[in-house]
Nanobody
Framework: QVRLVESGGGLVQAGGSLRLSCAASGSISSINVMGWYRQAPGKQRDLVAAITRGGSTNYADSVKGRFTISRDNAKNTVYLQMNSLKPEDTAVYYC???????????WGQGTQVTVSS
């Protein structure tokens, strides 16, 4: 069983910053990709950013230049530094990992990020 524990969400004013963390534990072999998705009310869950074990990153166009994803492979932890936050960044943010050769996916429980104008 794999457990993902997220932290760092909250309420912030526009222009502010937040840092999300997600620590994975349990039956983990080798986490290939770690990432963050978000889902706003009434919308689909979309990729925000992802990072491979080797450090290659991918960002949604809407967050490029404002968000930075990083990971600590020794701690099986992924981070999302969010700067210059906008009200449209308001959503539930979900941690996602793709584990092992089969890239089996696991999801965190989600953390709310609310950006006030």
């Amino acid at each position: 069983q794999v457990r993902l524990v997220e932290s760092g969400g909250g309420l912030v004013q526009a222009g502010g910053s937040l840092r999300l963390s997600c620590a994975a534990s349990g039956s983990i072999s080798s986490i290939n990709v770690m990432g963050w998705y978000r889902q706003a009310p009434g919308k689909q869950r979309d990729l925000v950013a992802a990072i491979t074990r080797g450090g290659s990153t991918n960002y949604a166009d809407s967050v490029k230049g404002r968000f930075t994803i990083s990971r600590d492979n020794a701690k099986n932890t992924v981070y999302l530094q969010m700067n210059s936050l906008k009200p449209e960044d308001t959503a539930v943010y979900y941690c996602n990992i793709k584990n092992g050769l089969m890239l089996t996916q696991f999801w965190g429980q989600g953390t709310q990020v609310t950006v006030s104008s």
